[in-house]
């Protein structure tokens, strides 16, 4: 067990969008043998769309709006990557996969440089101190200079970087990377991909091959590389200090090799994990895991509800008892599945560092933990308040049963919040971004045939209501209007102003009005 334990990576690729999430992940994927023909992420005519981009709005408006969960071999690890939506409309679903993985690829384009995006996604992984490779993409474009990009990855993003790659050429002219740990040459030549060991930088076959302006240019980084800059540190890598950076074309499939190399060779496999009773050590015997994310209609002919755990320590085998510790029932897992994004296949059995789905009728909840028997909860998922509010109304009143489950089963989801009004009946719906209500009406008439508009409301900002009990229903009774229950039935105020809110601090000093749900 301990030795299938070591084998795994688990990793996240964030981005701003368009910096080629999706074509990376392709490649990582065909080069694992899972994939036999990488896909595009716009399909024209006879092209496959892309495999982690499952859902049909992801494959027409070639966005990723949810997090696709892939597992594959490679250089004799077993990787399960999360693959996330590079929308800011959708960073919620992002910082919930954050939760679930070691280490995280931050993919960077080389022309526009980091990216307000990134710069978000680069807060979260500081926080945690996730071990973070950079690779800068599309240097087959006419992008910016190296130095520049690896000094606004210092300045910007707060870490330090080590360079592992440097590109031969720029734009056009690109033609392949040199690898300075190993003086390796990946370069296209006759019959496809070459990788070539070289004696260093001087060596003869450089000259051979390449175009004596780009050889000047290519000499003179590495110089820099490895003369001015700090050499790599991998405790400080793994403290999420330093940054190795890679070079590339993910559309050409120049450097995506060395870099699946390097995520094998120097990022963590699990790691132990905090819980309000202990840490838990992922090579411990017993099981546990928690849930960080629900998928609602992966299939859609079945009406299926999946949630994705992230097995902590030990291992479960198929079949197995557990512990659902938030209710304290005992439950079977019956069917445990790995994924090809939508696609899944039941497996017998899955270690600490693996990424699971189960089927779920509806008992779990983000944030639940499992264990073989102890009594746990990892540090779970708070909700976020949301900054776009609309009210929900059906068009046809007979679909009111399928509106009321698609909208619960896809808030449980996490990417977007419902709140029932304390007095009425129309629910009103919190988003982190506008493009999300666009998705969700969307699936629910897809999904579950029922066919909506959205009433856009002003409002100042979701608040949680916390302290003692009396002091809240008075509250309640004196903002019936504007009180509603979350999915977990806390109480919660959308305040229509600033002034509203101000006011009701001032009024209430025993309760606190959070901006994020505790947990």
Request: glycine share 8%; hydrophobic share 40%; charged share 30%.
């Amino acid at each position: 067990m301990k030795a299938e334990i070591a084998k795994r990576r688990t990793f996240a690729i964030v981005s701003h969008p368009d910096a080629g999430k999706t074509t990376m992940t392709e490649k990582m994927l065909w080069y694992g043998g899972a994939i036999r023909e990488a896909g595009h992420v716009r399909a024209k005519r006879n092209r496959k769309h892309t495999t982690s981009d499952w859902m049909k709005i992801e494959q027409q408006r070639g966005i990723s709006v949810s997090s696709s969960v892939l597992n594959f071999p490679y250089a004799g690890c077993w990787f399960n990557l999360v693959d996330t939506p590079g929308h800011e409309d959708f960073c919620e679903d992002t910082y919930r996969a954050l939760t679930a993985v070691d280490s995280a690829l931050v993919l960077i384009d080389s022309v526009n440089g980091v990216e307000k995006q990134t710069i978000k996604l680069m807060e979260v992984c500081r926080m945690r101190h996730t071990p973070v490779i950079a690779f800068i993409n599309k240097m087959d474009l006419d992008g910016r200079d190296v130095l520049d990009l690896l000094d606004e990855i210092e300045r910007v993003l707060g870490v330090r970087t080590a360079p592992f790659t440097l590109p031969i050429g720029y734009g056009k002219s690109f033609a392949g990377v040199f690898g300075l740990r190993n003086n390796t040459l990946h370069a296209m030549g006759e019959e496809g991909e070459e990788e070539i060991a070289l004696s260093g930088i001087d060596d003869p076959e450089l000259d051979r091959r390449f175009r004596a302006s780009d050889l000047e240019i290519l000499r003179e980084r590495h110089a820099f590389a490895t003369g001015a800059m700090d050499p790599f540190d991998k405790e400080a890598f793994l403290a999420g200090e330093q940054c190795p950076v890679f070079f590339g074309s993910a559309i050409r499939n120049f450097g995506v090799k060395q870099l699946l190399e390097a995520f094998a060779e120097l990022a963590p496999g699990p790691l132990p994990r905090e819980s309000d009773v202990r840490a838990v050590d992922p090579f411990e015997e017993s099981f546990s895991g928690f849930v960080f994310k629900i998928q609602a209609n992966m299939d859609p002919n079945h009406r299926d509800r999946t949630a994705f755990i992230r097995v902590c320590s030990g291992m479960f085998e198929r079949g197995a008892k557990v512990l659902h510790c938030r209710s304290g029932k005992q439950i079977r897992l019956a069917a445990p599945t790995a994924f090809m994004a939508q696609d899944k296949e039941v497996i017998d059995r899955a270690y600490a560092g693996d990424i699971v789905g189960i089927n779920d009728p509806g008992l779990f909840n983000i944030g639940d933990t499992l264990t073989a028997g102890e009594k746990f909860r990892f540090r779970g998922i708070p909700d976020f308040t949301p900054e776009h509010f609309s009210r929900v109304v059906l068009m046809n009143p007979l679909k009111s049963k399928q509106l009321a489950k698609g909208l619960e089963q896809l808030s449980e989801e996490g990417a977007t919040q419902l709140f029932v009004p304390v007095t009425g009946s129309q629910c009103v719906l919190g988003v982190v971004g506008e493009l999300q209500f666009e998705v969700l009406q969307w699936r629910l008439q897809t999904e579950y045939g029922a066919e909506t508009r959205f009433e856009q409301l002003s409002v100042f900002g979701a608040r949680w209501v916390v302290g003692p009990e009396e002091e809240a229903d008075r509250f309640r009774k004196a903002h019936l209007n504007d009180c509603y229950r979350d999915k977990k039935d806390r109480l919660v105020c959308l305040f229509p102003n600033e002034f509203r809110y101000n006011l009701a601090v001032k009024e209430y000093p025993e309760l606190r009005f959070l901006d994020k749900s505790e947990e």
